[in-house]
């Protein structure tokens, strides 16, 4: 689906912390549910706190398994129209820190 079809959210749940060099956020994802569809402008950084194993699906339809553990990061420079669905029976959470 284009972009221009879908509204975008937030990038994650809830903002913690923002200054002039990054923004970190909370991302918390329940079981069985989605994140809003969003893009990132800056390239960011995830911490997985808790859970793991989310399917990110891309606006083009397309759905990758990203594979993850508690303490694994991940450097993300991609910037695509996306969400992540927890399809697990446990709380997904990870920290996000986006480098302005």
Do not use: C, F
């Not at 402008?41 to 594979?67: A, F």
């Amino acid at each position: 689906m284009a972009s221009g079809d879908r509204k975008l959210g937030d990038i994650a749940t809830q903002l913690i912390l923002e200054n002039d060099k990054v923004r970190i956020w909370n991302l918390v994802v329940a079981p069985g549910e989605s994140s809003d569809w969003h893009l990132h402008e800056n390239d960011y950084v995830t911490v997985v706190v808790e859970g793991g194993n989310l399917d990110v699906e891309y606006d083009n339809g397309s759905v990758e398994r990203s594979p993850s553990e508690i303490g694994s990061w991940r450097y993300h420079g991609d910037h695509r129209i996306h969400r992540v669905t927890n399809n697990t029976n446990s709380t997904y959470r990870n920290v996000l820190i986006e480098l302005k």
